[in-house]
């Protein structure tokens, strides 16, 4: 019985290939999710993850492995890497509760996003240094990664001449400069506890 169903041309030109591709949607995602974790310093979870996501990998290129006459397989293949990089890149986005370091270079003389930042936000901090030019002003400014293209778009508006690198922050130190931070989040939903805290 299943192996007329296998055999059967519906299966192998529709459901064969759909399943690759929802498979590779899920192993792709899964990789995105593992590498933030290995970013952040989960050294439990990333390895669990990168279980989960081989073996999904394995069943779906055993697949392409045993139908090398089949292109729509290769096709769905490539659509499911497609797909499972862009459902990362919008899980890293909206599930990643997380904060940024923009450090931003303003030549001296040039519109002083210094004061438009401290008024908008509290955790900025500017020093002065000296670049190829001559004097500049270093922002260092800690915010949500959900405003850093609010705050860039602010930076493009008021000094196109600025320099800016955005940064992942790993950890932080607790205290009243950033706020509380008596948990540590990766989801919205999932909250782990650090140890010894």
């Known amino acids: ?31 995105t999710i593992r590498v933030i974790l290995i970013s952040k310093g989960y050294k ?3 390895p669990i993850i990168g279980f989960f996501e081989v073996i999904i990998w394995l069943l779906a290129i055993r697949q392409i ?30 599930l990643i509760t997380s904060k940024v370091l ?4 303003e030549p001296k ?27 500049v002003i270093i922002l260092f400014i800690i915010l949500d990664r959900k ?5 860039v778009q602010i930076i ?13 922050i790993k950890d932080s130190k607790d205290n009243d400069f950033l706020g509380p931070k008596p948990k540590r989040q990766i989801f919205p939903r999932f909250t782990f506890y650090r140890k010894g805290k």
Not at 1 to 22: D, G, K, Q, R
Not at 102 to 105: A, C, D, H
Not at 123 to 135: A, D, L, P, Q, R
Not at 147 to 151: F, G, P, R, S, W
Request: charged share 20%; no cysteine.
């Open 65 to 94: 492995m045993d139908n090398l006459t089949n292109w729509v397989a290769y096709f769905a293949y490539g659509l499911g890497f497609a797909l499972g990089t862009y459902i990362g890149m919008v899980l890293e986005e909206k």
């Open 109 to 135: 003389g040039t519109r002083n996003l210094a004061k438009i930042f401290k008024e908008k936000y509290n955790h900025v901090t500017s020093v002065k240094g000296e670049g190829t030019n001559g004097e």
């Open 102 to 105: 923009i450090r931003v270079v």
């Open 1 to 31: 019985m299943i192996e007329e169903i296998i055999s059967n041309p519906w299966f192998t030109y529709a459901v064969l290939p759909l399943l690759i591709v929802m498979s590779r949607i899920i192993d792709v995602s899964m990789g």
């Open 156 to 168: 493009r508006e008021n000094n196109p001449k600025a320099y800016y690198t955005i940064e992942n």
């Open 147 to 151: 405003k850093v293209q609010e705050t």
């Open 44 to 46: 439990t979870y990333a």
